[in-house]
């Protein structure tokens, strides 16, 4: 009887396992994707160093979350065309050439050059709290106005080039944490900021899901390690020494942040 009941209880630990081995297939299964990174410098990884020499002012990053994911998932073929600066319309007129109907993984996190995000940055550090405020409003009315007809177009061309492609589509971190002691801009400039991101965010998440695509929300993940938080910074502040990767993530930021809530989302 002992005996019996410690071959059960084998096959139970055996079944158990394999039931494990089952719910990890999701990822397995990954390896057999064929996958294209599109999107702007949050995409190609500004800000994380390590820049390929074949992207150049693109400025691809072996440490964006596209490049890691290709890494540790290792799907059948990987391809980044992400590049600093990257606009919807840039995206729609060279980027999405690199789908195809065989393409099964898309990533593409696109809009904030297109609400102005870098000339909102320079306002808000150059010319004080009421500009700042300004020009948050500015660009949160074309937002409203204009983005969703613009990411409806993105969104419509990769559904027309990649018809059976699951498509992920990532957001932007949120760059301040409030309330806590902070050197450079106010309070309002740093409430408004995040407004704006805040609302950017929203109007992806809504047009993405309108299109049957996935949305990677990764605000929650930089929480504790925003600008102004007391964890380790997981954005470039304002570097005068090279402004390019201000407001970007780091490295730590791609691997901590990014990248797992990518992943998480895509399988």
């Not at 450079?184 to 950017?200: F, M, P, Q, Y």
């Not at 809530?261 to 895509?266: M, N």
Request: net charge positive.
């Amino acid at each position: 009887m002992r005996r019996f009941r410690l071959a059960t209880l084998a096959l139970s630990l055996t079944a158990a396992l394999g039931a494990t081995l089952v719910t990890a297939l999701p990822a397995q299964a990954a390896a057999t994707d064929r996958y294209v990174a599109l999107g702007d410098s949050y995409a190609s990884g500004v800000g994380a160093g390590s820049y390929t020499s074949e992207s150049g002012s693109c400025k691809r990053s072996t440490n964006a979350y596209p490049a890691l994911y290709n890494a540790n998932v290792r799907p059948a073929s990987y391809r980044s065309v992400a590049c600093s600066g990257a606009t919807t319309t840039s995206v729609i007129n060279t980027q999405l050439s690199a789908l195809s109907s065989t393409t099964t993984l898309v990533s593409v996190q696109v809009g904030g050059n297109d609400v102005g995000f870098a000339n909102i940055m320079t306002a808000c550090v150059l010319y004080g709290t009421t500009e700042c405020v300004a020009s948050v409003d500015a660009a949160m009315v074309k937002a409203r106005n204009d983005l969703p007809r613009l990411l409806d177009n993105v969104y419509n061309g990769i559904k027309s080039r990649s018809p059976s492609a699951r498509v992920v589509v990532v957001g932007y971190p949120v760059f301040y944490q409030i309330n806590t002691p902070c050197v450079g801009l106010s309070d309002t400039s740093r409430a408004k900021i995040n407004e704006g991101i805040n609302l950017v965010d929203d109007i992806t998440r809504s047009r993405a899901t309108a299109h049957g695509f996935r949305f990677a929300d990764v605000r929650s993940a930089f929480v504790g390690h925003q600008l102004c938080s007391y964890g380790e910074k997981w954005l470039h502040a304002l570097n005068f020494l090279d402004l390019g990767v201000s407001y970007h993530p780091t490295a730590a930021g791609q691997t901590g942040g990014n990248y797992p809530v990518f992943r998480s989302v895509a399988g």
